[in-house]
């Protein structure tokens, strides 16, 4: 397998990557009550942000082209070191590329 990098052979590549979010917003337990889910923002917001900050041009996909949704329980503080700054930080950049 080969990767594309940016050397000076190279220059004029493009460099794109896919970020396949999960489309569910509720899973269904064995007993059949419902179970909220979606993606964890952090993990998706660092990844692009680290993709989009490299030159990487970045699409955004679903399963059936669903509309995203974050799992609200990664906006727990303990799960983001007690760091109220941080999760209203994330909430404000996931605005950002939300479709309507």
């Known amino acids: 397998m080969e990767f594309a990098t940016c050397t000076s052979e190279r220059k004029n590549v493009m460099l794109r990557a896919l970020i396949v979010l999960t489309g569910s917003n509720v899973w269904t337990m064995k007993d059949g009550t419902p179970h909220p889910t979606g993606f964890w923002a952090r993990e998706f ?39 109220e700054g941080f999760i209203a930080e994330q909430k404000r950049q996931s605005r950002r590329w939300r479709p309507s």
Do not use: K, M
């Open 45 to 83: 917001l660092e990844a692009y942000d680290a993709f989009t900050g490299g030159g990487v041009e970045v699409s955004i996909a679903t399963p059936l082209a669903t509309r995203p949704t974050v799992d609200e329980l990664g906006w727990y503080p303990p799960y983001d070191n007690d760091d």
